[in-house]
């Protein structure tokens, strides 16, 4: 990697986007998209058309009191494993916030599809949100393929569907976008079920970090704990269950989705039942069996006594 002690093999920051997703993509699908090579980062202090999944707009405060990044990745795995970054994202998001909550009435996980979110030590301790209970989202995860040469779901970049590209110049371009709530104070977050690094107490207090030296720490954070778990995924040719599965069974602890009744809205309908499993859809037990849902927004279901 280029840059001396960073995990990034290229990291721009701009005062101010749209979004990073965006710029990046527009990079991607144009002359210069070489220059942006694997583990290439584009931050920005503040967004003003930053996106969600399913296109849901997200506007951070003018104080930069978020961390916004988007990072190019050329995995060299099968494309058909691809579907599996939102998760491996979120959990090196996860394992980056992890430290900077030990101490704290709180430990971090993931929700599926690509959320990061805190919990309680004590359930009782905090107010129950509808749909979320006492879990809160610090984290989201978007990624992104780009497939300038190929129309969608034919080979990219020429390559056959069973083939691993040979090397990151060969390889699928997908960009993964992060926003991690940092410095916001409650008033500042958008929904109840939101929190930051802020008002989790990790942060801006005592000998905690300020926000904006949080910010770098939980930046570079991310982009070894990327490297990390892309690399060990890729010795797994993709499949998280290969290779002993150990990349599976984190991926499978750490999700605080599973073993909970949900409801999922889908773009097909509301569904309803178990969460068993992912593959890397979420696989629900529902009353007519066993379902596999690849999109949508997941609540907690409330179980009656």
Same mark, same amino acid.
Request: glycine share 10%.
């Given at each position: 990697?280029?840059?001396?002690?960073?995990?990034?093999?290229?990291?721009?920051?701009?005062?101010?986007?749209?979004?990073?997703?965006?710029?990046?993509?527009?990079?991607?699908?144009?002359?210069? *998209? &070489?220059?942006?090579?694997? +583990? !290439?980062? %584009?931050?920005?202090?503040?967004?003003?058309? $930053?996106?969600?999944?399913? #296109?849901?707009?997200?506007?951070?405060?003018?104080?930069?009191?978020?961390?916004?990044?988007?990072?190019?990745?050329?995995?060299?795995?099968?494309?058909?494993?691809?579907?599996?970054?939102?998760?491996?994202?979120?959990?090196?998001?996860?394992?980056?916030?992890?430290?900077?909550?030990?101490?704290?009435?709180?430990?971090?996980?993931?929700?599926?599809?690509?959320?990061?979110?805190?919990?309680?030590?004590?359930?009782?301790?905090?107010?129950?949100?509808?749909?979320?209970?006492?879990? *809160? &989202?610090?984290?989201?995860? +978007? !990624?992104? %393929?780009?497939?300038?040469?190929?129309?969608? $779901?034919?080979?990219?970049? #020429?390559?056959?569907?069973?083939?691993?590209?040979?090397?990151?110049?060969?390889?699928?371009?997908?960009?993964?976008?992060?926003?991690?709530?940092?410095?916001?104070?409650?008033?500042?977050?958008?929904?109840?079920?939101?929190?930051?690094?802020?008002?989790?107490?990790?942060?801006?207090?005592?000998?905690?970090?300020?926000?904006?030296?949080?910010?770098?720490?939980?930046?570079?954070?991310?982009?070894?704990?990327?490297?990390?778990?892309?690399?060990?995924?890729?010795?797994?040719?993709?499949?998280?269950?290969?290779?002993?599965?150990?990349?599976?069974?984190?991926?499978?602890?750490?999700?605080?989705?599973?073993?909970?009744?949900?409801?999922?809205?889908?773009?097909?309908?509301?569904?309803?039942?178990?969460?068993?499993?992912?593959?890397?859809?979420?696989?629900?037990?529902?009353?007519?069996?066993?379902?596999?849902?690849?999109?949508?927004?997941?609540?907690?279901?409330?179980?009656?006594?």
């Amino acid at each position: 990697m280029s840059l001396d002690g960073s995990p990034f093999s290229r990291l721009d920051t701009v005062p101010v986007t749209g979004s990073t997703q965006d710029d990046l993509r527009a990079a991607l699908m144009g002359p210069e *998209r &070489k220059s942006w090579p694997h +583990l !290439s980062a %584009l931050r920005a202090l503040r967004q003003t058309a $930053g996106r969600g999944r399913s #296109g849901h707009a997200w506007v951070t405060p003018d104080d930069g009191g978020a961390l916004l990044v988007s990072v190019v990745l050329r995995p060299l795995v099968l494309a058909e494993c691809l579907s599996w970054l939102p998760l491996l994202g979120g959990l090196a998001v996860r394992d980056a916030l992890a430290p900077l909550v030990e101490d704290l009435p709180w430990r971090v996980g993931t929700k599926w599809p690509n959320d990061v979110v805190a919990l309680p030590d004590d359930p009782a301790a905090v107010s129950a949100v509808p749909g979320w209970a006492g879990t *809160r &989202k610090v984290a989201g995860v +978007l !990624s992104e %393929l780009i497939t300038p040469e190929a129309a969608e $779901g034919a080979a990219v970049r #020429g390559l056959a569907p069973d083939a691993v590209p040979a090397d990151r110049d060969e390889a699928p371009m997908v960009i993964l976008g992060i926003g991690v709530n940092i410095g916001q104070s409650a008033e500042e977050l958008p929904v109840a079920w939101a929190c930051s690094l802020r008002t989790l107490g990790a942060v801006g207090a005592g000998h905690r970090p300020a926000s904006a030296d949080a910010a770098e720490i939980v930046l570079t954070a991310i982009g070894h704990q990327l490297a990390r778990l892309i690399r060990q995924w890729e010795e797994t040719g993709g499949d998280v269950d290969a290779a002993g599965g150990a990349l599976g069974r984190r991926l499978r602890a750490t999700l605080t989705t599973l073993g909970k009744r949900v409801s999922v809205q889908a773009p097909d309908g509301e569904i309803r039942g178990l969460a068993v499993d992912i593959t890397p859809a979420l696989m629900l037990r529902t009353r007519d069996g066993d379902t596999e849902v690849r999109a949508g927004d997941v609540t907690l279901v409330r179980v009656e006594s």
